[in-house]
């Protein structure tokens, strides 16, 4: 039987920026900001990230840490600032944390779609974190972790906006959202109790 060859494959450039900007925040093992950078780009579109150097790509990992560090509670929350990247041009960095269920990102995507945004990158990660007593951020963990809470982080750059008086405007449309969202996800899990209940009782023949 004829050898096979091993071909080498070079990482994309995508791969070699989040390793650059690992390298930058301490290395793999470099703590909280590190690791949050590879959950955060390691699936983010390429043609999105190339723009950005791992500089870049650092001290937005860093901001996000920041962000996410507090405690949220029940109520999602969100984050809409202005950063300028390495090419000197401004962005509007918008950011929301709520705990994972269905439909969050595909209703945060239709907001911006439908308000004409012009979207630069969008990177969404589901967090496993670990949080303190009083709700605070303890650690990052690995997605297998049983100790791990998992949240979703919806990370998304678009075009800059006119002013502040956009940035609350949209903050407020998505506010709305994610509060629509969470009812949603509410009622179908009633609904899906509900069914389970009836489904029981016809098969025991009562009436709940």
């Known amino acids: 039987m004829p050898s096979q060859a091993l071909v080498a494959v070079a990482p994309s450039e995508a791969a070699r920026l989040v390793e650059a900007t690992e390298r930058i925040l301490g290395g793999p093992d470099g703590g909280p900001a590190a690791r949050l950078a590879r959950h955060l780009f390691e699936r983010t579109a390429e043609e999105d990230l190339t723009a950005l150097t791992a500089e870049d790509l650092a001290r937005l990992a860093s901001r996000a840490l920041e962000f996410l560090a507090p405690s949220h509670g029940d109520a999602p929350r969100i984050r809409i600032v202005e950063e300028t ?10 950011e929301t944390l709520n705990d994972d269920m269905p439909f969050l990102f595909d209703s945060v995507m239709g907001a911006l779609v439908e308000a004409g945004h012009e979207i630069r990158l969008v990177a969404h990660p589901v967090l496993p974190v670990v949080r303190d007593g009083a709700g ?12 791990g809470r ?3 982080f919806i990370h998304i750059h678009l075009t800059r906006l006119a002013g502040e008086a956009a940035r609350g405007e949209l903050a407020a449309s998505l506010e709305a959202t994610l509060t629509d969202v969470r009812a949603a ?3 179908w899990k009633t609904m899906g109790n509900r069914f389970g209940e009836l489904v029981g009782s016809s098969r025991w023949g009562t009436t709940p």
């Open 150 to 152: 998992r949240e979703s």
């Open 136 to 147: 605070r951020l303890s650690r990052l963990v690995g997605a297998g972790d049983p100790a």
């Open 85 to 94: 990247i390495s090419s000197g041009e401004t962005i509007t960095v918008v």
């Open 185 to 187: 996800v509410a009622a």
